[in-house]
């Protein structure tokens, strides 16, 4: 089983329509990262977060460290939001640098 | 304005022929690292430098190898490159601090084709 697993793994939506991705990991973290690939495209960072909640823009990241679980919403869904959103944790202890990857939730938007 | 920076952004070489890509960042952040993406995976973290302290993963092939000569530039060298290596390689930057780790910030990638 990985130690990171997201939910769905394919989701489509119509513009304007709120979304939710769900992350799970099964390990100590010290912090939870959601990641948006274009196709044939870099990797940016969205949020990393250790508690709570953190929005930007259209974008909110939650995270329940007692569940060990994080979701991602997106409000009012744009064609341009069609891309693969990553959850990738940093595991706690040690002098860990590296993150462990979900596979990855294909999103598109259509018009 | 573009932090991590990776050159080329498309490169084609022969099986065989040694080929290196180049990640360069303007954040002056400590810890750099490469990773392979084959399309539809998730990245694979192939090593990490934090300073000058090199970090290989176990599992990366010994045709794969890096330099980092200053804080600003990291190298990936590959050596023999084979059909298999053909990818997407993404250089990313953290800072290591007193308070932590923070965000990675990525590269745009260099995608390389072996023909």
């Known amino acids: 089983k990985n130690e990171v697993e997201q939910s769905p793994q394919n989701l489509t939506a119509q513009e304007g329509e709120f979304i939710t991705i769900n992350c799970s990991y099964s390990?100590?973290?010290?912090?939870l990262h959601w990641l948006q690939q274009h196709p044939g495209g870099g990797i940016v960072s969205l949020f990393m977060?250790?508690?709570g909640k953190k929005k930007h823009g259209r974008l909110i990241a939650t995270i329940n460290i007692q569940e060990k679980h994080s979701s991602l919403h997106i409000t009012a869904s744009h064609p341009r939001d069609s891309a693969v959103y990553i959850c990738?944790?940093?595991?706690?202890?040690?002098?860990?640098?590296?993150?462990?990857f979900g596979k990855g939730t294909l999103l598109t938007v259509n018009p | 304005d573009a932090m991590v920076i990776q050159n080329p952004r498309y490169q084609v070489t022969q099986f065989g022929k040694p080929v290196t890509l180049s990640c360069s960042q303007t954040l002056n952040h400590n810890v750099m690292y490469w990773y392979q993406q084959k399309s539809s995976q998730a990245p694979k973290l192939l090593f990490h430098y934090y300073d000058k302290d090199f970090n290989n993963e176990a599992d990366t092939p010994d045709n794969f190898q890096s330099r980092r000569p200053n804080t600003s530039f990291c190298f990936l060298d590959i050596r023999s490159p084979g059909l298999g290596d053909a990818a997407m390689y993404l250089c990313a930057t953290s800072r290591v601090g007193f308070v932590g780790i923070d965000e990675q910030y990525f590269g745009p990638g260099t995608r390389l084709t072996v023909t």
């Open positions: 990738a944790v940093r595991k706690s202890g040690g002098s860990n640098y590296k993150l462990t």
């Open positions: 977060l250790s508690s």
């Open positions: 390990v100590g973290i010290s912090a």
